[in-house]
């Protein structure tokens, strides 16, 4: 799939189905890309169910984790 200077590694590719009921695998040289249920894109969390949640508390809980750590050191 270099036909427009796409390259793909599928061993470092993974898929989420947001908001779907279609979870039919997504296939790439006949083999299926690895189907994960989150995972963090440029610092945001990305979940199956597509809603910001789960973002905004892992973000919460860092800063609270950041000030603790500036209090106490």
């Not at 799939?1 to 590719?13: A, E, R, V, Y």
């Not at 919460?60 to 000030?67: E, T, V, Y």
Request: net charge positive; aromatic share 6%; hydrophobic share 35%.
């Amino acid at each position: 799939m270099n036909k427009i200077g796409l390259k793909i590694n599928p061993k470092n590719t993974q898929v989420v189905h947001m908001n779907t009921t279609n979870c039919n695998p997504i296939l790439f040289n006949k083999r299926p890309l690895e189907d994960v249920g989150e995972f963090i894109y440029m610092v945001s969390k990305v979940t199956t169910p597509g809603d910001c949640d789960t973002d905004i508390n892992t973000r919460i809980s860092k800063a609270k984790q950041a000030i603790l750590k500036s209090t106490w050191t």
